[in-house]
């Protein structure tokens, strides 16, 4: 738009004379954003009809009203980076490829002292950029290039402002006026944590740490905001930064032997702090405890994970103790006491030039068989769709059931395989792959998952008050009676020597009894088929027949109801259709004769009439 043509708009529209300058702005080719439509270019303007032509990201030639985009749309200037990436393609590829910090400080020049919040940055520059999943890792790294530029402050939360500084500020200064301006003890710690780093780059600031030094010290003695974990790694931060000052650390309370005294809350620590600390942890805990440190190790082993697990061994490994790895590892494996990251670290290592004496004697059927009863407890447990570890590296590793069944015969295969069936940790896709992988070693297995199909087929017929019934007995079983005997096992292996060991071997029985029954309702609720028995006729016995008969050996009449599977009631003489007596009245039609031996008695029944249960129940 021309000086004329906006003199002319506002006349036509005198509130619009405030945006005289913003209207004057609106030339073509200047590039813009709407709130609406997002990024484009003004093409021309429409005098006669009063309206902008612009071309937006697919809706080329839009035409808007001059005063309604002075509300809505803002034009950038030249140098704005959408406008660059437009006109100088080039070099703002080069900023984004190799000038990383260099094409923030461009777009922090575009705004009020040079000042704007973490959202507008992380905004525009998605825009320069794109692709969003490349955006993502891009400003990862290049906000750890921001982070170390002295020309821009970058906020410490996403909240915050990135600022262009006017004066270059070394990391140092600005870690510095942080920890300065902050009262937090946590936050005090994180920047020390920082400072130490730079420190031992520049010893030139050494001067400046003894205020740091004081108030971490402080903190670590004082603060209740601390955790335990925090609590020690601002110790070592403390005691770190004394050597480097020269400071005695003798003078310093608590020391660090007292953060890791109390034995109880040393797995809940270890947990909580940086991965990066746990092996120092482990060297600390070895000086706080020199009568039971190498039961402790074994302890925090027995609950690690991860990369923690790999830190206890290297640690116990490093103390001589690799005979006692091995004997411990079958121990718990005895005790079924090999919890799920363990064993996922055991089957990892099992091919581990370091690790692969320690763990491949235990590459075994046996330990398939605690696999199984690891992921079926954490199946248990879980409420969540939360990913089981030990289960995908099951199935994703091709080789682990080959190697795990090396040295099983075909009966041991087969037992496993029905573990397997029965797992709790598998989807019934999953649980076919695998057990494929046992079929291609012992063919044998095979009849399992034709047995299995074929049983599934037969299916259950049953009522459903039963179906509900055994639906209650189930959630019962999984959410309360299995992991409270889980929790009574625990409890009574603390009580010493398994062998002599009433109460656990008490629960370890409780325990077969109850995954047992967990296991059958499994399989009949998968089978079950809900009736309400209405579809039963009266000419021939059915499920649902209440069938009149006449005991022919003592002349006495007797009537039974025949329903479903789960609804037998002798009292009441309701029975299954499942039964001995039940599977021989189904089909007979009414004065056919039935013989019966059951129980050493022989009977012979003749049927006098039928009715429909659903008939009976309604009266």
Request: proline share 4%; glycine share 4%; net charge negative.
């Amino acid at each position: 738009m021309n000086e004329e043509a906006v003199l002319e708009l506002i006349t036509r529209k005198p509130e619009l004379k405030p945006a005289k300058a913003k209207l004057e702005s609106m030339q073509p080719g200047s590039y813009c954003i709407h709130q609406s439509w997002g990024f484009g270019q003004i093409k021309e303007y429409d005098a006669a009809n009063t309206r902008l032509i612009i071309d937006f990201e697919g809706k080329e030639g839009h035409r808007m009203d001059p005063g309604f985009c002075v509300v809505t749309m803002q034009v950038l200037p030249p140098e704005h980076l959408l406008a660059r990436k437009e006109s100088e393609p080039e070099a703002i590829a080069e900023m984004i490829s190799n000038q990383q910090a260099d094409l923030v400080v461009e777009l922090l020049k575009q705004y009020p002292n040079g000042a704007t919040s973490a959202t507008e940055v992380e905004s525009i520059l998605g825009q320069v950029i794109g692709d969003p999943v490349k955006f993502k890792k891009w400003w990862t790294a290049t906000k750890k290039i921001l982070a170390k530029d002295p020309r821009i402050a970058v906020p410490p939360r996403k909240t915050g402002m990135y600022v262009l500084r006017e004066e270059p500020v070394s990391i140092e200064e600005e870690l510095l006026e942080e920890y300065e301006s902050t009262q937090s003890a946590k936050r005090r710690v994180l920047i020390a944590d920082k400072l130490l780093e730079t420190v031992k780059e520049k010893p030139e600031i050494k001067e400046q740490l003894a205020v740091v030094l004081h108030g971490v010290a402080t903190a670590v003695k004082e603060s209740n905001q601390l955790s335990p974990a925090e609590k020690l790694r601002g110790a070592w931060i403390r005691n770190d930064l004394a050597k480097i000052l020269e400071v005695d650390t003798a003078e310093f309370e608590p020391v660090l032997t007292e953060l890791v005294s109390d034995v109880e809350g040393l797995d809940s620590l270890l947990k909580e702090l940086a991965t990066t600390l746990q092996s120092r942890a482990l060297e600390l805990i070895k000086e706080a405890h020199p009568a039971d440190w190498k039961e402790i190790s074994f302890n925090l082993l027995k609950s690690s994970s991860g990369k923690f697990t790999t830190d206890c061994v290297n640690f116990l490994l490093l103390n001589g103790f690799e005979k006692d790895l091995i004997e411990t590892f079958e121990r718990w494996q005895t005790e079924q006491n090999l919890k799920e990251p363990v064993l996922l670290w055991i089957v990892k290592n099992r091919n581990s030039r370091k690790f692969g004496n320690l763990v491949r004697p235990m590459i075994k059927p046996r330990l398939l068989n605690a696999i199984f009863y690891a992921i079926d407890y954490e199946a248990l447990q879980i409420v969540t769709s939360r990913r089981i570890p030990l289960a995908d590296i099951l199935s994703e590793d091709a080789e682990l059931i080959p190697d795990l069944l090396a040295e099983a015969d075909s009966e041991t295969a087969r037992d496993l395989a029905n573990n397997l069936l029965l797992n709790q940790g598998f989807e019934e896709l999953t649980k076919k792959s695998l057990l494929a992988r046992f079929i291609k070693i012992f063919p044998a297995v095979q009849s399992l998952l034709e047995t299995g199909e074929e049983t599934k087929a037969t299916g259950l017929i049953v009522s459903r008050e039963s179906y509900d019934n055994a639906v209650a007995e189930y959630d019962d079983l999984v959410t309360k009676q299995i992991p409270e005997n889980s929790k009574a096992i625990g409890v009574a292996r603390e009580h010493g020597d398994l062998k002599e060991n009433s109460e656990y071997k008490m629960a370890k029985q409780d325990q077969a009894l109850l995954l047992a029954r967990r296991n059958k309702l499994e399989m009949d609720l998968q089978r079950a088929k809900i009736t309400d028995f209405s579809e039963i006729g009266t000419d021939t016995v059915g499920i649902g027949s209440v069938v009149s008969l006449l005991d022919e050996t003592t002349n006495k009449e007797v009537t039974y109801t025949i329903l479903g599977a789960w609804d037998s009631d002798p009292e009441k003489q309701v029975i299954s259709y499942q039964t001995p007596l039940g599977k021989a009245l189904l089909g007979k039609s009414p004065d056919d004769e039935v013989e019966l031996h059951i129980e050493g008695v022989d009977s012979l029944l003749k049927i006098i009439s039928i009715q429909r249960y659903v008939d009976l129940a309604a009266k």
